[in-house]
Nanobody, 126 residues
Framework: QVQLVESGGGLVQAGGSLRLSCAAS????????VAWFSQGPGKEREFVAA????????RYTDSVKGRFTISRDNAKNTVYLQMNSLKPEDTALYYC???????????????????WGQGTQVTVSS
């Protein structure tokens, strides 16, 4: 059973940066596709970014392209989300999720992922 723990959230001014980390334990992390989802106040959980097991394939939602970068270090069982040029609308609880056997077109779907962390809060002030 894979366990995921997010960290790195916080309060930042608009235009600032944060780096989120998702640390995994209890499974063969290197085999999993890992994604970040966000859930803003009163909103559904939405796809942000995902990375395949080898790190060679990534996907991003349009609103974060050019600002966020997802990466992974399989030796450390950790996936990162570098968030630059943050905007107030990026304010949300950010969740890390992992799944296996996910085809490219399904990387953006919540139901593709079976392991979830508890989330880390990101707040961007204007």
């Amino acid at each position: 059973q894979v366990q995921l723990v997010e960290s790195g959230g916080g309060l930042v001014q608009a235009g600032g940066s944060l780096r989120l980390s998702c640390a995994a334990s209890g499974g063969t992390f290197s085999r999993y596709t890992v994604a970040w989802f966000s859930q803003g106040p009163g909103k559904e959980r939405e796809f942000v970014a995902a990375i395949r097991s080898s790190g060679g394939t990534t996907r991003y939602t349009d609103s974060v392209k050019g600002r966020f970068t997802i990466s992974r270090d399989n030796a450390k069982n950790t996936v990162y989300l570098q968030m630059n040029s943050l905007k107030p609308e990026d304010t949300a609880l950010y969740y890390c999720a992992a799944g296996s056997g996910i085809i490219l077109s399904s990387m953006v779907r919540r139901d593709s992922y079976i392991h979830w962390g508890q989330g880390t809060q990101v707040t961007v002030s204007s």
